[in-house]
């Protein structure tokens, strides 16, 4: 069964209030084929616990890796991932599409 964005989102703030760092990915921007649409979440905390997709699977790995980063340092990145991208092959995102994902700190 997938988390409604409520869920995802109140799972993000309940571990902020416990005291974690956490990240939320969001979907941006989507060109062609995209296995999640626009709006898209997917929260991580400082333990690399996730919940939510940005991709169906295809790029969570990479945008777990990018939001431990984000969370360390504090500062957003816009990732994008797509079959032209050499990152997104290695990431597995081959549906033809690309996607442009959001990920900042919570807090």
Known sequence: MLSTDD???GQAEAWAKAGKGVAVATVVETWGSAP??????LVIDEDGTFLGS??????????VTEAL?????????????GVADETAWRAGLSCGGRIAV???KVG
């Open 36 to 41: 999640r649409p626009v709006g898209s979440h």
């Open 69 to 81: 980063d984000v969370i360390g340092s504090g500062k957003a990145k816009m990732l994008e991932f």
């Open 54 to 63: 940005v991709s169906g699977g295809c790029v969570e790995g990479e945008v």
């Open 102 to 104: 959001y990920v900042e």
């Open 7 to 9: 869920d995802i989102l």
